[in-house]
């Protein structure tokens, strides 16, 4: 794909990660891009924040705790 043909496709869209990274999403990888719109973006941060917020409090729940 071309400077030229990214410019025009993307033309208020935003790229986004499919998987984020901090999920295990590749950060170099073409199959893990998706164009979205800003509204569409919007839908996947909030998605991806909720998810990641939950995986973190579970892993706090089964985590040790210190006091025994």
Same mark, same amino acid.
């Given at each position: 794909?071309?400077v030229?043909d990214t410019n025009?496709?993307?033309?208020?869209?935003? &790229?986004?990660?499919?998987?984020?990274? *901090?999920?295990?999403g590749?950060p170099?990888? &073409?199959?893990?891009?998706?164009? &979205?719109t800003?509204?569409?973006?919007? =839908? *996947?941060?909030?998605f991806?924040?909720r998810?990641?917020e939950i995986?973190?409090k579970? *892993? &706090? =729940?089964k *985590?040790?705790?210190a006091?025994?």
């Amino acid at each position: 794909m071309s400077v030229k043909d990214t410019n025009s496709r993307s033309k208020g869209m935003e &790229l986004f990660d499919v998987k984020p990274i *901090a999920v295990g999403g590749d950060p170099v990888s &073409l199959e893990d891009k998706i164009w &979205l719109t800003r509204q569409e973006h919007f =839908e *996947a941060v909030r998605f991806w924040n909720r998810t990641i917020e939950i995986q973190r409090k579970t *892993a &706090l =729940e089964k *985590a040790p705790r210190a006091d025994g």
